[in-house]
Every structure is written in C-alpha cells, then in structure tokens.
C-alpha cells in the first residue's frame, strides 16, 4: 500500500478553477508514488477559512507526507499545514523532489485545464489561458 501525501498550496483568494488545475495537476506527479489527499477536492471553494483549515488540518493528520506546491510560501494556510506536518515528524515534499527535471520544463506537452486556468504537471506551475489559446 502507498503512503498517504497531502498536497499543500495557495487556495484563499484565488479562482476555484485555477485551484483546480493546479491541485489536479500535482494529483497526477504524485499519484505513482502516493495516494493523493486533495483538499480542494473535499472542501467547498464558499467554505469560510476557519472551518476549512480546520478540515485540511484533520486530512492532514491522515497522511504520512506533505507534498508543498509552487506558491505555497505565500499563503497562511500551506504555512501553517507545513509547521504542523514539521512538528509531529511527517515527510516534508517540494515539488522539485519529485521532479528533478524541473528547470527544464517548458510547459507545453503536460497541461491540465480547468475553466481559464491550465497547470503543468512536470513543474506546477499554473496561469490563466492565452485568449489565442482558447480559440484553438
């Protein structure tokens, strides 16, 4: 059986379909080696933060890894999932830990799309459409 992985990143104030690609796009680097714990996958996007982080918290405690997505050091919430995963001695990812490629990558084969908002599954990295793009 695979160890559990939580995956943490920016989520408040963002567009649920830019959450979306990026959380699903991380789903899919890790799956091969974990089974995913999406929290944007079992939290309503209306939800107010409190009760949200306190549900991520208790979906967190399940896992034996995090797994920090780009932009995760700015946001409250992905900081306080990681203190919390560093205190109790969980496994500690970056995305480049599972991608040694990473600085290679120049996003154009792996994409996953969600509304206006396309991620790349080799590096995270997530961005509203071109408007040329969508047309194609």
Same mark, same amino acid.
Request: charged share 25%.
């Given at each position: 059986?695979?160890?559990?992985?939580?995956?943490?990143?920016?989520?408040?104030?963002?567009?649920?379909?830019?959450?979306?690609?990026?959380?699903?796009?991380?789903?899919?680097?890790?799956?091969?080696?974990?089974?995913?714990?999406?929290?944007? +996958?079992?939290?309503?996007?209306?939800? %107010?933060?409190?009760?949200?982080?306190?549900? #991520?918290?208790?979906?967190?405690?399940? #896992?034996?890894?995090?797994?920090?997505?780009?932009?995760?050091?700015?946001?409250?919430? +992905?900081?306080?999932?990681?203190?919390? +995963?560093?205190?109790?001695?969980?496994?500690?990812?970056?995305?480049?830990?599972?991608?040694?490629?990473?600085? %290679? #990558?120049?996003?154009? %084969?792996?994409?996953?799309?969600?509304?206006?908002?396309?991620? #790349?599954?080799?590096?995270?990295?997530?961005?509203?459409? %071109?408007?040329?793009?969508?047309?194609?």
């Amino acid at each position: 059986m695979k160890a559990k992985c939580y995956l943490s990143g920016p989520v408040s104030g963002r567009p649920s379909d830019m959450n979306a690609a990026q959380f699903a796009a991380a789903a899919i680097m890790a799956k091969d080696a974990f089974d995913v714990v999406n929290p944007t +996958a079992n939290i309503s996007p209306d939800e %107010e933060w409190a009760p949200a982080m306190i549900q #991520c918290l208790q979906d967190l405690m399940g #896992c034996e890894a995090i797994l920090l997505l780009p932009g995760w050091i700015d946001s409250a919430g +992905a900081k306080i999932e990681r203190d919390f +995963a560093e205190r109790i001695g969980m496994r500690i990812l970056k995305y480049e830990d599972l991608n040694p490629y990473l600085n %290679e #990558c120049e996003c154009d %084969e792996t994409l996953v799309y969600s509304g206006d908002y396309e991620a #790349c599954v080799m590096c995270g990295k997530v961005r509203k459409i %071109e408007t040329s793009k969508k047309a194609v």
